[in-house]
């Protein structure tokens, strides 16, 4: 008689992934990030606005924040100045991808405290998940 006996162990894959904070306000762009980022093994949150996305930040500290600066009723950069002053986020890496393309611009995120500054159209999308990797990588969040 042969006897076999298997074990199964069921591992909560979520608890592994990464949580990036995704600040759009545009809603057509939504579900093409939220899926890339998904695929890319992401745990991805939504808010459309600053102060709910401030509100899910401090409630949650993801392992990185993606920031549209030109979401409405805001200051482009108050959001990065906010965050960065908060003691309980301010080392959580904010990428901004945005569609503001002009060098001034770009100075003023990466002045405000922005870890990157992607401008939509220079920039394909896995180009900007594997930057969001390396960022989480060097802020000590990821694993090589």
Do not use: W
């Not at 924040?65 to 959580?92: C, G, H, R, V």
Request: net charge negative; aromatic share 10%.
């Amino acid at each position: 008689m042969f006897l076999c006996s298997y074990a199964f162990i069921i591992i909560d894959m979520t608890e592994n992934k990464h949580k990036i904070l995704l600040l759009e306000d545009y809603p057509d762009l939504i579900p093409f990030y939220r899926q890339r980022l998904s695929e890319a093994g992401f745990d991805v949150e939504v808010e459309s606005d600053e102060a709910s996305g401030m509100k899910t930040a401090l409630k949650n500290k993801p392992d990185l924040i993606i920031l549209d600066i030109s979401l409405p009723e805001t200051d482009d950069f108050y959001f990065i100045k906010q965050a960065k002053k908060n003691l309980k986020i301010a080392k959580i890496p904010i990428v901004v991808l945005s569609d503001l393309s002009a060098p001034e611009e770009v100075k003023a995120g990466l002045a405000a405290g922005a870890s990157e500054y992607f401008v939509r159209d220079d920039f394909t999308f896995t180009e900007v998940i594997d930057r969001i990797k390396e960022i989480i990588r060097k802020h000590g969040n990821m694993k090589a």
